[in-house]
């Protein structure tokens, strides 16, 4: 699974963390004694609706690497900083695929609301394309229907005030020039 570290003399806020599935352990190692140094978290169960108020992070689909559970309806914010643009990136995609329609889906938003402007509904198991939205908020909603459940979606965001580069996290996944398969701009750095 992910490993996340943080020290004390980490400098930025520790982000909220979720996990996939019905465990997460933590570890907590200290190798000297310094006075008035102390740890405290709080945790809960929840459903799959999620929120993340930072400018990078990872998502999987509920209960990655295992298949997602049938029945399930999962809203997803992405929020970055108000200067900047996300970039969304798949690196593992296998819905439920159908000749006609997608049984279960994953909708992509530029937004926060349900009636944002449709990005893009996706499923089966081709890897969609990067999602350039020029925005700091995407909604992303999923949906699986009563039957035929797979293993879902592995997905890495990042966003910056220039709309290209950033910061990834994790140990594997993806990243593309900007607005690809479309053409990069001209002095993009």
């Known amino acids: 699974g992910k490993v996340q570290k943080f020290c004390g003399n980490e400098t930025n806020k520790i982000p909220d963390f979720y996990s996939y599935g019905r465990t997460a352990a933590i570890t907590f ?41 049938n ?53 089966g198991n081709s890897l969609p394309n990067p999602i350039f939205p020029k925005n700091n908020v995407l909604r992303l909603l999923f949906k699986s229907d009563i039957s035929t459940s797979h293993q879902g979606y592995e997905i890495t965001w990042t966003s910056s005030p220039s709309g290209c580069g950033g910061t990834l996290l994790g140990d594997h996944g993806s990243f593309t020039s900007p607005d690809y398969p479309g053409t990069y701009s001209n002095n993009t750095d």
């Open 71 to 123: 029945r399930i309806e999962c809203t997803t914010i992405l929020r970055a900083p108000d200067s900047h643009s996300i970039s969304l990136f798949f690196s593992a995609f296998h819905l439920e695929p159908s000749f006609f329609s997608c049984h279960d889906y994953l909708e992509v938003r530029n937004g926060s609301s349900s009636d944002s402007p449709l990005l893009g509904t996706y499923c």
């Open 29 to 69: 190692k200290s190798q000297e004694y310094t006075p008035g140094s102390r740890l405290t978290f709080t945790y809960q169960v929840t459903n799959c609706s999620r929120e993340y108020n930072q400018s990078f992070g990872y998502l999987k689909s509920p209960g990655w690497p295992e298949n997602y559970p």
